[in-house]
């Protein structure tokens, strides 16, 4: 057997590569545009007992739900319930894994010679899985049997059978079964191209090298990421910010983080958050640990691939029940508002020790914007769903990037207006960065969307949510905050409808709805800003000559 | 030297970053017309290499013409490939660029498509448009996306604008208005309007350029090309005066990133369809040679010395794609441009990419290069680090009597040296550490093959490995081991493949268009009139090539490429209606006629190979896609010599050579050029020619063909 360092290396390599080959496998086979679109998924390899092996991601939202799922699966099942040809299923909140129940999460066991050596698993967000409200989420859930099915690590395939009863019965509760069921296909599909390649390492370099290499590669996360966190400074950092609504007009909840970076490790402690709200804004347990997750990944070493290695000097603590620690049977479709603001919030706790690795609070939001209708030409439904894009906050020596998606997402992208128009019915009539007030500083918030949707549909229904509607994203060292996230509604009688948070409001055709993401924060006392800065500011129309006099003194 | 002056000659140039390379041969008296097929006699083909001379390239072509002996009142045909475009592009010298689009969507241009891909870093800044926010004007207008003018354009305010852009500077305008791809009407009138107001000043409207959906991607491509295009235009105009006076009666012709040539006036008009010609003509000139020795599916591999180049060759088929972007990689998203480009995907790893250690002890080669200065340590020209071309030659791969084609002694002492420090950091010897360097690299190509291979639901085993570039010889074998291609090929004249490709190719336009149609019988009508109207374009457009170059050629006879007739092919991008992606379909047209159910076969087939399943679900056509080619006349490679020399004739010398996971052998090394049509050798071997070296490790089989390519042939392992 060739035991040099490199054949190791290379298996390693070819590790990390199979997560871009099983991520290009869901690509293009899965049939709902939030996967394809938004790259609402993610697929990975974990060892034969639950350690992340290689992820490819289309979002940072799901850094730690794929491995967490396998750990949990055990708590289901023995070892000798686990067989060949296996495939199981889950998208259950409130265990590993978890997210809100239409990120569905399927699981593989790779056997070699009878003997477990691996997992390949992939999750992602199908576009119906029953419950009250089209789309499977809404701001008005009040119990998580409101959002639809729910499965606990059940066996979709067993043995290479399949589940007839339970294929049935996802056929027979959502609204859109051949959707639903294509991308079920396609997350088997993927989690097979992935097993298929690790067996054929397995047959060339031999089960003994594979499974040191995998040993290898999670300690060469742990050293990669240790080397970093020890450059790290020493401390305890602690921040708190708010969640303003639940959907149900609770609130505001407040939020608190302590973040302990030890010379081996680093602590992080939720203590002290609010509990769980009756509304859909609670994020589970396993969605903590991603927002945690991004978080030390960005400050430790955010260029190597992630394993379970990189996070074997992280810990998470935060008791059960809280709104991000959130227990049966929390509502829960909301949770990713929460959860990218946890994710701020540990940023926003380091950001001061960190400024060249953390920059100013950014709009903080998916802004999970949802309109439904019939097409005025086809006469048949249409559910348009899309995330939107805001502003970033300043860094020292940089303004903040504007129209980007927010921290939670990543490699998401905004659908052209050219084939919106023609999939929906609605026409867009604006599609800009603005310059409501917020972000000044000596370097400036970036700056955050409008887009106008005019209906053209008879009638069409908005569902919408985001937080930052009440609070602003928060500027750095004299920056200034930044500006709000929220949905504006213009009827037909000139009267104008403001929401944070709202489900299947009714829009006529001709009537407009315009949405805002928020400015970042800025960095920096604005009067530091040099005049000839601001007066190119100015002549680009980022900011407004009374902008420039008021906030910067010039002009 | 008098009688062969007269004979006409078909000459490629092709301006690289380092070198200006030429390639010419000269056609038999009676090879005016188009083929390609047996009968015509071409004598053999010419190269000659000169330093690329910036800013003024086409000094540097002139002077590979008087370095090679040439006449260009002998020239039939003169086809130019250039890097100026691309290099204009990412060093940023291009000019200042105003955008004129919308009312309510100068920021697309800002916001691009707001993705993030490198995931975890909170400091990501998406890439700077190239036009600034003040120079990004809107006018009120509104076509809806049926195509329907729902507002006319408002005209006025373009001289008040025009004032401003002028005062700014401003030496180029792209307009670009919404669904101007299905009716271009209000942004032909703003674009008629700003040249009659400013002919001094570059406009390029989207609609000349890209005729495809998508609002981010078309912008930014027209604002590319109108960045570039006055660079561009003096350019080729000098290209064009230059060989001109020095007797040449005929426009050069312009290498195309879709693998075909255009005309000058063309290529001025829209100069981001030169963006990647380099590649296109050598995956060109793959796809032809494979036609020539009977070899339709090919992975082609091109090694330079920065980057490897891979693309898949289907039934002689070369992939053509408008999902194309500039400085794109794993942590940025770069800048989409709507051409049609030959599908590739480049590495960073050259010969010249440098072999490198992290902190945890992880052994990197790439992307780094240390290009041509200093070069590889060997070089003995200050290169301090470890290279690929460094770890070939510590391995006796690379033979150190004909480094560089004998032109160099490797300084080995260097090589050494600059190994030392990761030879330290990982306990290593010379051999183990070169060893790894070289699998390391290897790797990576084969994770950029898998890319267009087996990523695309092809299966290699059913292709051969084409491989040219100043490495690829030395890596091919390997590469195909791993991923069990049966067969090998090296192209006679491997290091100047490229521009033979472009004495190959034809004049050709793609005309894509966005039009999404149900394919049913009720549309049938509908279809079949979309691809007329690009018919229509296409003989059109070739008119006016004809008339241009019979007006050019004041008397004389024309550039015999404009002579043939149209060939037409009509491809469509489909989808299974409510899904994103699209495949590319060939359709096959029978006087007008398109079997509708042969139609759709033809997509659930391909969507099977391509994804893997089929639907039983309506079919959508996205885009109408017509290629239109009027074929050049080929030179017919000529068969090498045989004289019926020995095989031990040839042999040079033997050495030891690692071939790393076979182990070391004493390897037997033959001289290239003395090899003959029909010789067959066995590895452990090393073919070694001036600028090419081809390591066939123990036990796979190489063959000579008629026209002195290599083709190894696997042993199964």
């Known amino acids: 057997m060739n035991t040099d360092p490199f054949t190791t290396e290379i298996i390693k390599d070819s590790i990390v590569a199979l997560g871009d080959e099983m991520f290009n496998a869901m690509l293009r086979t899965s049939m709902s545009p939030i996967i394809y679109e938004t790259t609402d998924f993610a697929v990975g390899a974990t060892d034969a007992r639950g350690n992340l092996l290689a992820q490819g991601n289309g979002v940072a939202g799901f850094l730690a739900t794929l491995d967490t799922a396998v750990q949990s699966l055990f708590d289901h099942y023995q070892a000798d319930e686990i067989a060949a040809d296996d495939v199981f299923i889950t998208n259950s909140p409130y265990e590993g894994g978890g997210t809100h129940l239409s990120d569905v999460v399927i699981l593989v066991p790779v056997f070699f010679e009878e003997k477990l050596i691996a997992w390949t698993v992939n999750k992602a967000h199908w ?173 430790t070493n955010p260029e190597i691939p992630a394993n379970g290695g990189c996070f074997r000097a992280m810990e998470v603590i935060c008791p059960p029940g809280t709104l991000f620690s959130a227990v049966s049977p929390a509502p829960v479709s909301l949770y990713y508002e929460t959860d990218v603001a946890a994710m701020e919030l540990v940023w926003k706790a380091l950001a001061p020790a960190l400024p060249e690795r953390l920059p100013a609070g950014h709009y903080r939001s998916v802004s999970g914007t949802f309109i439904s209708g019939l097409h005025p030409d086809s006469g048949e439904l249409f559910v348009m769903g899309e995330p939107l894009a805001g502003g970033w906050g300043a860094a020292p020596g940089r303004d903040g990037d504007s129209g980007q998606f927010c921290a939670l997402n990543g490699e998401t992208f905004n659908i052209p207006t050219e084939l919106f128009e023609s999939r929906y019915g609605v026409q867009v009539e604006q599609y800009a960065l603005h310059n409501a007030n917020g972000g000044a500083g000596e370097f400036l918030g970036g700056k955050g969307v409008v887009i106008d949707y005019r209906i053209t549909a008879e009638e069409a229904h908005l569902t919408y949510g985001a937080t930052r509607g009440e609070s602003r994203p928060w500027g750095m060292d004299g920056g200034e905050d930044g500006s709000h996230n929220y949905a504006l509604v213009q009827r037909a009688d000139g009267s104008e409808e403001r929401y944070n948070m709202c489900t299947t409001v009714a829009v006529k055709k001709g009537e407009l709805i315009r949405i805002y993401t928020g400015t970042g924060g800025g960095y920096g006392d604005p009067k530091k800003r040099p005049p000839e800065q601001v007066a190119k500011d100015v002549k680009n129309g980022y900011l407004t000559a009374a902008q420039a006099a008021r906030h910067f003194g010039v002009g | 030297m008098s009688a062969a002056k007269h004979t006409p000659m078909r000459v490629a140039t092709d301006v690289g970053g380092t070198f200006t390379d030429l390639v010419f041969y000269r056609m038999a008296a009676d090879s005016g017309q188009v083929n390609g097929q047996a009968g015509s006699q071409i004598s053999e083909l010419g190269t000659c290499k000169v330093d690329t001379t910036p800013p003024d390239f086409a000094t540097g072509v002139m002077q590979a013409l008087v370095k090679a002996g040439l006449a260009p009142a002998d020239f039939a045909f003169f086809a130019h490939g250039t890097t100026v475009v691309i290099n204009a592009l990412t060093e940023r010298k291009g000019v200042k660029t105003a955008l004129i689009t919308t009312r309510g969507f100068r920021d697309v241009l800002e916001i691009a498509r707001g993705n993030r891909p490198d995931l975890f870093n909170f400091n990501f800044q998406k890439p700077k448009p190239f036009v600034e926010r003040y120079l990004r004007a809107e006018l ?18 373009l001289p008040e604008m025009l004032e401003f852009f002028r005062a700014e500077g401003v030496a180029a305008i792209a307009v670009c208005l919404l669904h101007a791809y299905i009716n271009p009407e209000n942004e032909r009138r703003a674009a008629a309007r700003l040249r009659d107001l400013a002919p001094d000043i570059s406009v390029l409207a989207s609609h000349e350029i890209s005729r495809e959906w998508r609002e981010y991607e078309r912008s930014n491509t027209t604002v590319l090309s109108a960045y570039i295009h006055p660079i561009a235009r003096s350019y080729l105009e000098s290209l064009q005066g230059r060989l001109a006076a020095a007797g040449c009666r005929h426009s050069p012709y312009i290498m195309q990133s879709n693998g075909g040539i255009s005309t000058i006036k063309r290529a001025i008009a829209n100069p981001i369809s030169m963006v990647e010609s380099g590649p296109a003509s050598g995956i060109y000139a793959a796809a032809h040679l494979g036609r020539i020795i009977g070899e339709q599916n090919l992975i082609v591999l ?80 200050g290169g301090t680090r470890p290279t690929t071309t460094d770890a070939n030659l510590a391995l006796g791969r690379i033979d150190q009597g004909s480094f560089v084609g004998g032109e160099v002694q490797p300084d080995m002492a260097a090589l050494e040296k600059a190994f030392k420090p990761l030879m330290d950091t990982l306990g290593m010897n010379l051999a183990e550490l070169a060893r790894g360097a070289i699998r390391i690299a290897n790797f990576n190509m084969c994770n950029a093959l898998r890319l267009v291979s087996t990523n695309k639901g092809y299966d290699p085993r059913e292709f051969c490995l084409i491989a040219f570039g100043g490495g690829g010889a030395l890596h091919a074998v390997a590469l195909a081991e791993e991923l069990k291609v049966p067969k090998v090929i090296v192209p006679v004249n491997s290091a100047v493949f490229s521009a033979w490709g472009m004495l190959l190719t034809d004049l050709r336009r793609d005309y894509v268009q966005t039009r999404p149609l149900r394919l049913g019988a009720e549309n049938l009508e509908q279809i079949k009139a979309g691809y007329r109207a690009l018919e229509e374009q296409a003989a059109r457009d070739f008119a006016a090539d004809e008339i241009e170059a019979a007006g050019e050629a004041a008397g004389d006879t024309p550039g015999d490429a404009v002579k043939s007739e149209l060939v037409l092919e009509h491809y469509a991008d489909m989808r299974y209606a409510g899904q994103e992606h699209t495949v590319k379909v060939g359709l096959a047209f029978n006087a007008g006629e398109l079997d509708l159910p042969r139609a759709m076969d033809a997509f659930h087939a391909a969507h099977e190979h391509r994804f893997t399943y089929r639907l039983d679900a309506a079919i959508e056509i996205v885009n109408f896609h017509l290629v239109a080619r009027r074929p050049v006349a080929k030179p017919e490679p000529a068969k090498k010599p045989q004289t019926g020399r020995p095989l031990a004739e040839t042999i040079l010398h033997t050495r030891q050579v690692d071939f790393d996971q076979h182990g070391v052998h004493e390897a037997t090394i033959y001289n290239g050029l003395a090899l003959e049509p029909g010789m067959i050798l066995t590895g452990p071997a090393v073919v070694q020619e001036p600028a090419t070296t081809l390591v066939i490790s123990p036990g796979h089989h190489l063959q000579v063909d008629d026209y002195g390519n290599y083709h190894v042939h696997l042993e199964r392992a």
Not at chain 2, 140 to 157: C, F, M, S, T, W
Request: aromatic share 6%; charged share 25%.
């Open chain 2, 302 to 381: 091109d090694i330079g010395g920065t980057t490897a180049k891979c693309a898949l060759i289907e039934n002689g088929e070369i992939r053509i794609s408008t999902d194309y972007q500039i400085e794109k990689d794993k942590k940025s998203p770069g800048y989409p441009i709507q051409t049609p480009v030959t599908e590739i995907v480049e590495i960073g790893n050259g010969g010249g990419s440098i072999a490198w250690i992290d902190e945890g002890k992880k052994l990197h080669v790439g992307p780094q290069s240390a290009g041509a200065a200093p070069g590889p340590a060997a070089y003995g020209k």
């Open chain 2, 140 to 157: 009120a207008e509104r076509i809806n996306y049926k195509g329907e003018l729902e507002q006319p354009v408002d005209l006025a305010p």
């Open chain 1, 127 to 299: 576009t119906e899985v029953g419950g009250a409200q089209p789309g499977s989420i809404s701001t008005s859930a009040t119990e998580i049997y409101q959002e639809g099915l729910h499965f606990r690590f059940l066996k979709l395939y067993d043995k290479g059978c399949i589940n007839r009863a339970l294929h049935d019965m996802i056929r027979d509760n959502v609204r859109l079964p051949d959707s639903t069921l294509g991308d079920m296909h396609a997350g088997v599909a993927a989690a097979r191209v992935g097993a298929k390649r690790l067996l054929e390492l397995v047959e060339k370099y031999g089960a003994a090298q594979v499974l040191a290499a995998m040993e290898a590669l999670l300690d060469y996360g742990e050293t990669m990421t240790r080397i970093e966190l020890a450059k790290l400074p020493q401390g305890v950092f602690e921040a708190e910010d708010i969640i303003e609504s639940d959907g149900l007009g609770n609130g505001p909840f407040s939020i608190r983080v302590k973040v302990s970076i030890m010379d081996e490790k680093m602590v992080i402690d939720f203590t002290g958050t609010a509990a769980q709200a009756p509304g859909p804004i609670n994020v589970s347990a396993s969605g903590l640990v991603t927002a945690t997750r991004c978080v030390f990944k960005c400050i």
